[in-house]
């Protein structure tokens, strides 16, 4: 599929955005080993979130989907039935990366599989914790799904994480809830924390300092009425628009602002987008507020160490930002960017390219100077949601319509991104 887009005038409206995608997969998968009926509001309509769901149904838990409510009937800890047929992740590395964490726990044997994308992705980061502990595991050359884990009795890890991976960090910690003793994760750099957050909520001892995490088993949840955020990832598309198009101004409405995510807003400002929090309060543990932003003159700026990890799934869209920005943006330390749902790098320079704009890459990231504007024509998707929408946001400022091959792809975070986008223009 595609979508043309036509440069827009400023932007102006308020507008919503789907449940946050990592918070909505962590209550799914925690409410499935609680013990009786939890329900999520406001569950992210994405694709992989659905691929979630569709597994835990695979496990034999009951789940019943009414619009952006979702009822999960948990059945404890050791709850799963051996699945009939291969569960099926779809694009998602958070369903086959977190839920591993679960499965291998599992007396039985079972097998992930994932479409083109996933099925390239590395593995091998949640395979070898998962081993220490006790689950047996294979996949295809080592490292690629298809995963066959056949689970069993657990014992607890005390694991340094060697890259900054809120999935493997949460892989680790949900494997931890069927091992006797304590399970402690430590990361190199702080990643999003909502899978603390919410073991907290669902009743596990779970205790955490500066660059650790740890959980006891065996552990016995309860179930939950939740509500989950809008999705600041999502948000952030808008975000970049309204900051970088002249004379803009757009509220998001509910958006989560969790510390280890809004790395995001904090880099807005510095860039010097004009964006403000208002409303906020806290649900279940997790923050949230609505985000108005106004067309800025924008910096541009740098993003490497730390802040690279915390602003990992927003980098395709700073990116515009960078090129329409004075000083441009530099992106080191991102690597990770390379095994993300495509090469993000690559993506993000065969696009800019494709629209007239220079960059330079490296292994670890890119170099996109200020000051240049997005000529007209096609861009691609490469299947990846986060590619598909940060064009989308070029080509508001192109000097011409322009088409983006693969726009379905938008559906695994947001489905309703193109219709949302109608809603801004004019
Ligand atoms: C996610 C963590 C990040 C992020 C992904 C969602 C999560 O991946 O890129 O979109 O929900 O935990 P990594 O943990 O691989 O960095």
Request: hydrophobic residues 40%.
């Amino acid at each position: 599929m595609q979508e043309v887009i036509t440069p827009a005038g400023r932007l102006r409206g308020v507008l919503s955005v789907p449940g946050d995608k990592s918070i909505s997969h962590r209550y799914a998968m925690l409410a499935s080993v609680a013990e009786g009926v939890s329900i999520i509001q406001n569950y992210s309509s994405g694709a992989d979130c659905h691929s979630t769901l569709a597994c835990i149904r695979g496990l034999g838990i009951d789940v019943l989907v009414e619009g952006r409510t979702v009822t999960v009937h948990g059945r404890g800890l050791h709850g799963y039935r051996a699945p009939s047929a291969d569960l099926d992740a779809g694009n998602s590395g958070s369903t086959i990366r977190m839920l591993s964490g679960l499965l291998a726990g599992q007396r039985f044997k079972c097998r992930l599989v994932g479409d083109e994308s996933l099925s390239q992705r590395p593995m091998q980061r949640i395979m070898g914790p998962l081993a220490q502990m006790g689950a047996k595991l294979s996949a295809r050359e080592g490292k690629f799904p298809p995963l066959e884990i056949e689970g069993g009795e657990l014992v607890p890890l005390d694991y340094v994480m060697p890259v900054a991976s809120a999935q493997v960090k949460s892989c680790v910690l949900l494997a931890g809830l069927h091992a006797a003793g304590e399970t402690t994760v430590r990361e190199p750099a702080a990643t999003r924390d909502h899978t603390e957050v919410a073991l907290r909520e669902f009743g596990a001892e779970i205790h955490r300092g500066d660059g650790w995490a740890k959980v006891k088993g065996p552990a016995r949840l309860r179930p939950l009425h939740l509500r989950a955020p809008g999705d600041l990832s999502s948000a952030a598309f808008f975000l970049v628009a309204g900051a970088a198009v002249p004379g803009s101004n757009l509220v998001i409405e509910g958006v989560g602002v969790n510390p280890t995510r809004a790395a995001l807003i904090d880099f807005l400002a510095s860039a010097g987008a004009q964006v403000r929090v208002l409303n906020s309060g806290l649900r279940s543990g997790e923050p949230s507020g609505d985000l108005e932003v106004s067309g800025s003159r924008l910096k541009g700026g740098l993003i490497d160490g730390r802040l690279a990890a915390a602003l990992i799934d927003e980098i395709p869209v700073l990116a515009v930002l960078g090129a329409v920005s004075e000083e441009g943006l530099t992106v080191r330390d991102a690597a990770e960017l390379r095994i993300k749902e495509t090469d993000r790098i690559e993506a993000v320079a065969g696009n800019m390219r494709r629209m007239g704009v220079q960059i330079e890459t490296f292994d670890d990231g890119f170099h996109i100077p200020g000051g240049q504007r997005f000529r007209s024509g096609t861009v691609l998707s490469q299947g990846d949601h986060r590619i598909a929408m940060a064009f989308a946001v070029a080509a508001l400022m192109a000097d011409g319509p322009v088409t983006i091959e693969g726009s379905e792809a938008a559906s695994v975070s947001f489905p309703e991104s193109w219709s949302t986008l109608r809603g801004i223009v004019g």
